[in-house]
Each structure stands twice: as structure tokens, then as C-alpha cells.
């Protein structure tokens, strides 16, 4: 059984510097959830991992956070994926939360809920820190230029240490090939 990581703003769905507060604020990069079908065609469990600082921001609460994470789930589906599971740090970054990316405590409950071997999984992103919890973690990064992607490449002086690509369905058309 094959895992593979993904960030949730910036590359499944269009980072808000507002954050996502509503099921309606929730909209999906083009190609992004059927590259999540792909995955799940191809026997990949799907696991989305992110930050959600809002909740500690007071924008929104855990039943809304839920709702939105609902939509994700569903749309999914309707494409012909599957998330496997989802992972979130509430913790506001001033908080030195140990879950929060890109420190490793929200890796850990998934390498322990699933006896994951990190070396042999795909973490997707768009930011410095996803780039930092998968070198932490021991995970093979991925970079998308959607979200904070751009950014995040401007971000390293000289070669960029991992490849990077357009979006989620380049990303995952690599993994696909790398198998």
C-alpha cells in the first residue's frame, strides 16, 4: 500500500490571505481533485495534512472546520478519489505547537497511525515550510508553483532541492511515474 502526503491552501485548493472560513470559501485548483482521483486509481492513500491557525485566530471553530473538510471530502469523491485521512494543527504559530508544520508532531500521529517509513513518502506542498517539515520528517518533497509555490522557490538561493512543478496533476503525474 502506497501513501502519499498532501498540503491542503495552495495545493488542493486556492490559498485566501483571508483563510478559508466557509464551505463556500473553499475553491479547488484546476486539475487538483482529479489528480486526487488519479491517486486513489492507482491504490495511493491520500492523506492531507495542514495548518489551520484560524481556529486559534477565532475565524472559525472546530464544527466549521469540520464543514469545510466535509466539502474537501466530497468533492473528492464526486471526482473518483479518496482521502484517506486528514491531519490539522489548530495552534496559533506563536504557540510553538509541536503538531504545527514544519515542526513534527502532526508527521508523527501519521507515521503512528499508519507504521508509515517516510523515506518512502511523497509530501506535496507549496510553502518553505512544508519544504522544511519534509526534510525534518525524512519525507520525499514536492514542490507546486500554485499557492505560496512561487514564493517558495524565490525563497532558496541556488538549486532548488526538490523538483517542482505547475500544480497538484504535474506532481502527481511524477509520482505516478516514479512507482
Known amino acids: 500500500m502506497s501513501f502519499i502526503i498532501l498540503d491542503r491552501d495552495g495545493v488542493i485548493n ?22 486526487i482521483a488519479a491517486l486513489h486509481q492507482a491504490s495511493y492513500q ?17 464544527a466549521m472546520l ?5 466539502k474537501l471530502f466530497q468533492a473528492a469523491e464526486a471526482a473518483g478519489g479518496k482521502i484517506t ?12 505547537c509541536p503538531c504545527r508544520k ?7 500521529q ?3 497511525k499508519y507504521a508509515l517509513h517516510f523515506g518512502e513518502v511523497y509530501f ?7 519544504m522544511k517539515t519534509a526534510e525534518v520528517v525524512g519525507c520525499k518533497p514536492l514542490l507546486v ?15 532548488f532541492p526538490a523538483p517542482y512543478f505547475p500544480d497538484l496533476k504535474q506532481a502527481v503525474e511524477y509520482v505516478l511515474n516514479d512507482k
Open 14 to 35: 486556492f490559498e485566501s490571505v483571508d483563510y478559508i472560513k466557509s464551505p463556500e470559501e473553499l475553491h479547488f485548483i484546476p486539475g487538483s481533485l482529479e489528480a
Open 46 to 62: 491520500v492523506i492531507v495534512a495542514t495548518n489551520q491557525s484560524g481556529i486559534a485566530r477565532g475565524l472559525y471553530d472546530f
Open 66 to 70: 469540520e464543514k469545510i473538510h466535509a
Open 85 to 96: 485521512d486528514l491531519f490539522f494543527c489548530p495552534h496559533h504559530p506563536k504557540e510553538g
Open 102 to 108: 514544519p515542526k513534527p508532531g502532526m508527521f508523527n
Open 110 to 112: 501519521i507515521r503512528e
Open 124 to 130: 506535496i506542498g507549496d510553502s518553505v515550510c512544508d
Open 145 to 159: 508553483l500554485t499557492g505560496n509555490g512561487q514564493k517558495t522557490l524565490a525563497a532558496y538561493s541556488g538549486e
